[in-house]
Nanobody, 126 residues
Framework: QVQLVESGGGLVQAGDSLRLSCAASGGQFSRFALAWFRQAPGKEREFVAALSRSGNPDYADSVKGRFTISRDNGKKTVYLQMSSLNPVDTAVYSC????????????????????WGQGTQVTVSS
């Protein structure tokens, strides 16, 4: 059974940086494609970033240039480094994982992922 646990959320001011972590247990982490999604109050869940098994990233336009997704297979952890945060980034951030073949195309679709964390709250004050 794969479990994902996020950490690193909190309350920050506009312009600050924050790094989220998502640690996995169970499963073969190196075989997972990984992603971060977020959901703000009263809004639909939205894609933030994804990372393929080979390390290729994909970003939502709203975070491109400000957020960086990375992985450490040895630590079974995926990270989301966020900079230049602004209040519109306020949301619950959740990591997701899905086992894939090495050449699988990346996906931004929530339902394509098999495993989910509980989420961590990020609040950006103006």
């Amino acid at each position: 059974q794969v479990q994902l646990v996020e950490s690193g959320g909190g309350l920050v001011q506009a312009g600050d940086s924050l790094r989220l972590s998502c640690a996995a247990s169970g499963g073969q982490f190196s075989r997972f494609a990984l992603a971060w999604f977020r959901q703000a109050p009263g809004k639909e869940r939205e894609f933030v970033a994804a990372l393929s098994r080979s390390g290729n990233p994909d970003y939502a336009d709203s975070v491109k240039g400000r957020f960086t997704i990375s992985r450490d297979n040895g630590k079974k952890t995926v990270y989301l480094q966020m900079s230049s945060l602004n209040p519109v980034d306020t949301a619950v951030y959740s990591c997701a994982a899905r086992p894939t073949i090495l050449t699988a195309p990346m996906t931004r679709v929530y339902d394509d992922y098999y495993y989910w964390g509980q989420g961590t709250q990020v609040t950006v004050s103006s």
